[in-house]
């Protein structure tokens, strides 16, 4: 996901695993969601947030399964909506969420999920019920989606994602996990946890039943961006930036004097809304590289001077991490198709 509002077709193409196990066809599913099935043949395409969130919403109606097939069990429609209601009794985020691990504990099979804590440090994790049985990565990013999107919405706050452990190889989409969980990633771990500060777990749940109803009339929008401010201290850096070229961009302590605060206030703000001024920096970067790339008038060296990087292997570097493939690849990808 980007900040553009869109997703990869990636995520798409993995939630109609289930569907297609049960000889259900992709192209007229993803037509009625909104999303050309073209696509899928593409897989730097990006789909709108909007139309993901309506293919799924159509696929849990088919399949009457939220969970997409992705458990041997099915998360019939309405159990996402009992599960929410249930966080609620919770007096605070903590409770919240040990009450939403234990719903969806008796309504999934597979999976095992629940909190850990080690110090001043939090996680959520998730487990296979079965030592050994291999986890499904759409499974996983599903879930911690849910879950996460969950809890931000309980304590009307983004709920900062310190790093990010997942038991599988790097994903080629793993670019999109840098905006989904954290910018700190690590892969083949022994198992799935979102690590955050243990402390959040002392929030106040922030809802009620009144303000559920909207959340869920929303959902799964409402989660899939999580909680965000759009007259943040992140947009307002996003915008300061966005009226330079990348090479004219000023360090985070003039940031901060151009939007009147202290550099420690503005680490502090952005900390609060889930990003900081690198991951803002490299957002923009990746935006701005998908487009000129788009260029076939500019020359990979050209593109690296466009960006604000000191030479070509510095940006080969930054955009393999952001998406997983190099630049010169992602330009034939896109010319292929």
């Not at 979102?194 to 909207?214: G, K, Y």
């Not at 487009?291 to 990979?300: E, H, K, M, N, V």
């Not at 000191?310 to 034939?332: D, I, M, V």
Request: aromatic content about 8%.
């Amino acid at each position: 996901m980007a900040d553009k509002g869109s997703i990869s077709i990636q995520f798409a193409a993995a939630a109609l695993t289930g569907a297609l196990a049960r000889g259900m066809q992709a192209a007229p599913i993803l037509r009625k969601a909104g999303i050309d099935p073209a696509l899928l043949s593409r897989p730097d395409a990006r789909v709108p947030v909007q139309a993901y969130g309506a293919l799924l919403r159509l696929l849990a109606q088919l399949l009457d399964d939220e969970f997409f097939g992705l458990d041997s069990r099915r998360m019939k429609v309405g159990s996402f909506a009992l599960s929410c209601l249930l966080a609620l009794r919770g007096e605070d985020l903590g409770r919240a969420l040990t009450l939403l691990c234990r719903s969806y504990n008796t309504i999934l099979d597979d999976l095992r999920v629940g909190l850990v804590r080690d110090g001043r440090r939090a996680a959520l994790e998730i487990v296979p019920t079965s030592p050994g049985q291999p986890l499904f990565p759409f499974a996983a990013e599903t879930l911690f989606v849910y879950i996460h999107g969950i809890a931000c919405w309980l304590a009307r706050r983004r709920i900062v994602i310190d790093e990010a452990e997942f038991p599988y190889p790097q994903p080629a989409r793993a670019g999109e996990y840098y905006v989904l969980f954290s910018t700190q990633l690590r892969f083949d771990q022994p198992a799935c946890r979102l690590w955050f500060d243990a402390a959040t777990l002392s929030l106040p749940v922030a809802q009620d039943t009144r303000t559920a109803q909207a959340f869920l009339n929303q959902a799964p929008e409402s989660f899939l961006v999580k909680y965000r401010n759009p007259d943040g201290y992140s947009r307002r850096v996003a915008n300061l930036l966005r009226r330079r070229p990348p090479a004219d961009w000023p360090v985070a302590d003039a940031a901060a004097a151009a939007l009147r605060c202290s550099p420690a206030t503005l680490r502090r703000m952005l900390r609060q809304e889930g990003t900081s001024f690198q991951a803002i920096k490299d957002r923009l970067r990746l935006e701005l590289a998908r487009d000129a790339l788009a260029r076939p008038d500019l020359s990979i060296a050209d593109i690296t001077a466009l960006l604000g990087f000191a030479e070509p292997a510095a940006f080969n570097r930054a955009f393999r991490q952001w998406t997983g493939t190099t630049p010169a690849r992602y330009r034939r990808d896109q010319i292929s198709t």
